[in-house]
């Protein structure tokens, strides 16, 4: 079955550590998506790529990185720089170049600074 | 910029009641997209309606209807005789294009408990 993968479920992180969350996609989807849901706040983009070896930032993306080196996969780390890494991290792809196309989310990973 | 407003941010029922979740958006753009989406326990989001800007029919679909005003810029989601399944949030959002890009602007969400 088609789908977006996300591993692990659940991380912890001690601080000043980098860690990276793995998002694989095999939807053939050219654009992937990295969101970050805090209680009560939603989901804020962090970062998105519509195409392989290309990226940009979303509305939060200090603290954190990404690469785009295959077009199925997508993987966020959280850096040091990070102040508040505490978080639920959910990653979606979607279709290319259709706006009226719905977004495919992964099951997410709970990370937890210890 | 773009807004989505989820004004209720937790909401309860008893089995069977029907509940409508609001949504209220701004935009600047003339073709927009909106959407619901819900989040179970699991934590997973699941697609369930999107909705172009010219098209303002309301939608049903079994328990589920949508109803999408644009003189108003609200998308509420009505969910008829809910049952404990339901128990979710629920978001809202909108399909915003900046260069091309297709990035979606989510609402904080809305908190459904249905009780038994």
Same mark, same amino acid.
């Given at each position: ?7 692990? &479920?659940?991380?912890?992180? &001690? ?15 050219? @654009? ?7 209680? #009560?706040? #939603? ?7 519509? $195409? ?5 930032? #979303?509305? $939060? @993306?200090?603290?954190? *990185?990404?690469?785009?080196? &295959? &077009?199925? *996969?997508?993987?966020?780390?959280? !850096? *040091? ?5 505490? @978080?639920?991290?959910?990653?979606? *792809? !979607?279709?290319? #170049?259709?706006?009226?196309?719905? @977004? ?11 | ?40 326990? =699991? ?8 909705? /172009?800007? +010219? ?5 049903? =679909?079994?328990?589920?209807?949508? /109803? ?22 629920? +978001? ?8 091309? =890009? ?12 249905? /009780?038994?």
């Amino acid at each position: 079955d088609g789908g977006i993968t996300q591993s692990p &479920k659940y991380l912890f992180r &001690k601080e000043g550590q980098n860690v990276t969350l793995s998002c694989e996609q095999n939807l053939n989807h050219d @654009a992937m998506y990295w969101y970050r849901q805090d209680p #009560g706040q #939603g989901l804020r983009l962090i970062y998105y790529s519509q $195409i392989v070896n290309d990226f940009q930032k #979303g509305d $939060i @993306a200090e603290g954190y *990185s990404v690469s785009r080196e &295959k &077009k199925e *996969s997508f993987p966020l780390t959280v !850096t *040091s720089a990070q102040k508040n890494p505490t @978080a639920f991290y959910l990653c979606a *792809s !979607t279709a290319p #170049g259709t706006r009226d196309t719905e @977004a495919f989310f992964g099951q997410g990973t709970r990370l937890t600074v210890v | 910029a773009q807004k989505v407003t989820q004004a209720q941010t937790e909401i309860s029922v008893v089995e069977k009641e029907d509940v409508t979740l609001d949504c209220v958006y701004e935009t600047r753009d003339t073709t927009y997209y909106l959407f619901w989406y819900k989040q179970p326990p =699991s934590g997973e989001l699941v697609f369930l309606i999107r909705r /172009n800007s +010219f098209d303002e029919q309301n939608e049903i =679909s079994g328990r589920y209807s949508w /109803n999408f005003q644009k003189s108003t810029s609200s998308f509420n989601f009505t969910i008829t005789a809910s049952q404990v399944v339901d128990s979710a949030v629920y +978001f809202c959002a909108l399909s915003e294009a900046q260069g091309g =890009s297709e990035k979606l602007v989510f609402g904080k969400g809305t908190k459904l408990t249905v /009780n038994p």
